[in-house]
């Protein structure tokens, strides 16, 4: 195919035609001015800080930046996903949260990835609810996972609000715009079904197009087809088939470079599929024996916090797993999602509800979280009447999920 289209600038499209403005950013305009507004009035809010969560993609820490921007304001960001510990965070948090910057200007301070910080994390979280309490300065948090493990005390503390997925129609405005301004050929049914596959993640919208863009110099709809469909399983079920069919160490080890999932869960679903993939004795248990080595190094890295390490752990899970075997085995294996992790997410999908429906009771009775949870056993009994029912579904607003669940508590 003879390629007409030739880049001229090598940046990524997500850098290249990152919003410039708020107005620019693509997402719930509601959502946008609820932050904006927020940051605004910090000093006559009820909370010191913000908490945005949504799917990884959407713009959350975008967003953050271009808020900063329009109010006039310094951004001081820290990942807490890097800066782990108590300790760190008070080296690194403890002096921006009450001193203004050399400029003069206020600070909007940004703590990205919050949920990122396990319960092994020495206090991490704990340090950031107390750094809330003490700062002079609007505080907004991202997280993909607001109510993850260890997040109760920070949300307590925080105004919480959900970034949601963009709207396929806006995404596929901002795609057709971009190959306009490119100047790339395009079918308007490919860039829909790019927008579509997209989920939501204008990043992985972007990426698409210019990954077509590069490589064929137009976008056609059977160049999309080609693409497959986003699947973050498939992802991983093919990343499977590479360690496990191939000897090649760089095979291996690039396998998991494109996975979008974490060091933890991609663990899980290794160590679950090597006895379905290694029949012999001897591979199994040296497969086996690879992912315990990984296990440790994955245990020194948190409580040292060593993130140096993670390296290793994937080299082990990729490339020492692949290798592990005496030689390729042959025909189609039925790789499977990893038990623990679905026993984790039905818990935590139980968990959520469970939460979601005190915070509502509690609310309303002006009680605790934990005492509002002791009533929902009585809110069950008396939803067994109709007109009760009615009334308590409509003082609480609650949804129909919400419902079901009171029910079979």
Same mark, same amino acid.
Do not use: C
């Given at each position: ?169 806006? /995404?596929?405005?901002? #795609? =057709?715009? $971009? ?8 079918? !308007?049914? %490919? *860039? ?43 992802? /991983?079920?093919?990343? #499977? =088939?590479? $360690? ?8 291996? !080890?690039? %396998? *998991? ?63 020492? *797993? ?88």
């Amino acid at each position: 195919m003879k390629i007409s289209y030739q880049m001229s600038d090598t940046r990524p499209w997500t850098e290249k035609y990152r919003p410039g403005t708020v107005k620019e950013f693509r997402g719930s305009s509601k959502t946008v001015e609820k932050v904006l507004n927020w940051v605004k009035n910090w000093d006559n809010q009820k909370t010191d800080a913000l908490l945005l969560h949504g799917e990884p993609g959407i713009g959350k820490t975008t967003l953050v930046g271009l808020v900063a921007e329009e109010l006039g304001l310094e951004i001081f960001e820290t990942n807490a996903s890097d800066v782990r510990t108590k300790k760190a965070l008070q080296s690194s948090l403890e002096q921006a949260v009450q001193q203004r910057s050399l400029t003069g200007r206020k600070k909007l301070i940004l703590i990205d990835e919050v949920d990122g910080m396990s319960s092994r994390d020495r206090g991490g979280k704990s340090q950031i609810s107390k750094i809330i309490n003490k700062t002079k300065f609007p505080i907004i948090m991202t997280a993909n996972d607001a109510y993850a493990n260890g997040m109760q005390s920070i949300r307590r503390k925080s105004n919480v609000v959900q970034l949601k997925k963009v709207h396929t129609n806006s /995404v596929n405005s901002r #795609l =057709k715009e $971009i190959a306009e301004k490119e100047g790339l050929e395009y079918e !308007k049914s %490919a *860039v829909k079904s790019i927008a579509r596959r997209a989920g939501g993640d204008m990043r992985a919208a972007l990426n698409d197009l210019q990954s077509l863009a590069e490589k064929h110099g137009e976008v056609t709809s059977d160049l999309v087809k080609e693409l497959g469909y986003r699947d973050t399983e498939k992802d /991983v079920f093919q990343a #499977l =088939k590479l $360690i496990f069919k191939t000897t090649n160490i760089s095979t291996a !080890k690039n %396998a *998991v470079d494109g996975v979008d999932e974490n060091y933890d869960t991609l663990f899980e679903w290794i160590r679950e599929n090597i006895p379905k993939e290694y029949k012999k004795k001897n591979d199994l248990a040296e497969a086996m024996d690879v992912m315990s080595k990984a296990d440790v190094f994955k245990g020194r890295m948190v409580t040292r916090q060593n993130w140096s390490l993670l390296k290793y752990v994937y080299v082990l899970m990729s490339a020492g *797993v692949s290798v592990s075997k005496e030689e390729k085995y042959r025909g189609f294996t039925r790789y499977s999602y990893p038990s623990k992790i679905k026993k984790m997410g039905r818990s935590k999908a139980s968990r959520k509800k469970r939460k979601d429906i005190s915070l509502k009771v509690g609310k309303k009775l002006h009680t605790s979280v934990s005492t509002a949870t002791d009533l929902i056993p009585f809110l069950s009994i008396l939803m067994e009447k109709e007109d009760w029912k009615e009334n308590i579904v409509e003082h609480l607003d609650l949804t129909e999920d919400e419902i079901k669940f009171i029910k079979n508590f």
